[in-house]
């Protein structure tokens, strides 16, 4: 049962124009919402995240977007660079697990940005 | 400024063999975990532990078994090898605070590429 699902395994963009990429959630309890982005021979790293009580979240060229009724989350990034091109998984925790600071972690969904 | 390390980076074992992999933080982390990470699966929790001389299971624990005699270590063996057990292994740790936001992140080592032939 995957309750984190990223349903595009990939992505393609222009440089300079906007990448999203989608997460699609079962668990209504999941409350903290985050992207890690994870290059070639390298472990993932924090990229940006959400709380459930906010429904949009900026970093920059990053936003991360929530929709609880939809239980959908989007990362844009704008404008999209190649140095972006990368692995991105969305990853969710409840709050049943915020004492041990466990994480869901969808598929991933690869991004390459073209020059 | 190290973080999180993982030892070996690459592993070739044979059917029955064994071997631990070494995870090692230096952020004082209560929590650290192992992941393994398949194509098209994600990353997936082995084991975890919320502290020093503690270990729970995750979601893909069978084959799998973990200690955590020191804070800042974290080891996972693996008894007899499968080629089942081909993957990248990802240690993660993360701190205890009141931050619920920042208690979340969980900060990786660079993996662990092992083939059982």
């Known amino acids: 049962d995957q309750q984190v699902k990223q349903n595009s395994p990939s992505l393609s963009v222009q440089e300079g124009r906007i990448s999203i990429l989608n997460c699609d959630y079962t668990?209504?309890?999941?409350?903290?919402f985050l992207w890690y982005k994870k290059y070639p021979a390298e472990g993932p790293t924090f990229l940006i995240s959400?709380?459930?009580?906010?429904d949009k979240n900026e970093d920059g060229r990053f936003t991360v977007f929530l929709n609880k009724s939809a239980k959908h989350l989007s990362l844009h990034i704008v404008p999209s660079q190649p140095g972006d091109s990368a692995v991105y998984f969305c990853?969710?925790?409840?709050?049943?697990?915020?004492?041990?600071?466990?994480?869901?972690f969808g598929q991933g969904t690869t991004l390459q940005v073209k020059p | 400024n190290a973080g999180v390390t993982q030892t070996p980076k690459f592993r070739v074992l044979k059917t029955g063999q064994s071997m631990t992999l070494l995870c090692a933080q230096d952020m004082n982390h209560e929590y650290m975990y192992w992941y393994r990470q398949d194509p098209g699966m994600g990353l997936r929790l082995i084991h975890y532990s919320v502290g020093e001389g503690t270990t729970a299971k995750g979601e893909v624990p069978d084959g799998y078994n973990v200690s955590r005699l020191k804070k800042q270590n974290f080891l996972l063996g693996l008894e007899s090898a499968a080629p089942s057990q081909t993957s990248v292994y990802f240690c993660a740790s993360s701190y205890l605070g009141t931050d619920q936001l920042a208690k979340n992140i969980q900060y990786f080592g660079a993996g662990t590429r092992l083939s059982v032939l």
């Open positions: 990853a969710a925790s409840g709050a049943r697990s915020s004492n041990t600071g466990k994480l869901i």
């Open positions: 959400i709380s459930s009580i906010k």
């Open positions: 668990n209504s309890m999941f409350d903290y």
